[in-house]
């Protein structure tokens, strides 16, 4: 079975340019998590969906970040305009229900914004 | 104040030997679950071991267990048989089930353990 597909793998883009980040959950999982991990703050929950709707977005840091699931097999994570301190890796994770909440995560995209 | 602590940064265990991560959490909700994964220097995040806080028994995976303290809020976990391919980064991470799961689920910082050959 595939598991949780992320791309692009690697995005180095200039300061100020949009960036798109995508996501394929694991097929029947209900819930999507974007997370985001750095040196300095470790790992960090940006946004969860369930059933497409998005439930808590209290750790997207600011408004150029924003997340959306047109539908149960796609999600994205923008940034605009990007700058140089969102340069990190961003995963997406995806689970089938919260109960026991093992949640499977994507090989991640590691994002420089130079 | 921090959720989850990873008091070894980094840790060093013979091939073949048995090797205790240590995870202590703070919660006051009585119900919550305690996980467990491994971050290969390719970067994906592996999933481990889950346990919950009714759970009477500690969780094992294979080679993977998890010491189970409930009073002292410890959640160890127990490589036996260290593997070179278990050189990776180890995140503790709870999952509290009260309030809002987005300020209730928390990651360590994490433990860096090597095994040498």
């Known amino acids: 079975d595939a598991g949780v597909i992320q791309s692009p793998r690697h995005e180095v883009t200039e300061m100020g340019q949009e960036v798109t980040l995508r996501c394929k959950p694991i097929s029947g999982h209900d819930y999507l998590f974007w997370y985001r991990q750095t040196m300095m703050r470790g790992l960090e929950l940006l946004i969860y969906f369930n059933n497409n709707v998005p439930i808590d977005d209290s750790g997207m840091p600011e408004d150029r970040f924003s997340a959306k699931m047109p539908n149960a097999s796609f999600s994205t994570l923008k940034i605009q305009p990007s700058e140089p301190r969102d340069s990190a890796v961003y995963f997406c994770?995806?689970?089938?229900?919260?109960?026991?909440?093992?949640?499977?995560f994507g090989p991640g995209t590691r994002l420089t914004v130079l | 104040a921090q959720k989850i602590t990873q008091t070894q940064p980094g840790m060093f265990v013979q091939e073949k030997e048995a090797v205790t991560l240590d995870c202590t959490y703070d919660t006051s909700d009585p119900s919550y679950g305690l996980f467990w994964y491994k971050q290969p220097s390719s970067g994906e995040m592996i999933f481990l071991i889950y346990?919950?806080?009714?759970?009477?028994q500690n969780a094992t995976e294979g080679r993977y267990s998890l010491n189970f303290q409930k009073a002292r809020k410890s959640a160890n976990l127990v490589i036996s048989a260290s593997q070179l391919g278990d050189s990776a980064m180890y995140f503790c991470?709870?999952?509290?089930?009260?309030?809002?799961?987005?300020?209730?689920?928390?990651f360590g910082p994490g433990t860096r353990l090597s095994v040498l050959p």
């Open positions: 991470a709870m999952r509290e089930w009260g309030g809002n799961y987005g300020q209730n689920f928390v």
């Open positions: 346990q919950g806080s009714y759970d009477q």
């Open positions: 994770a995806s689970s089938l229900f919260v109960g026991t909440d093992t949640q499977y």
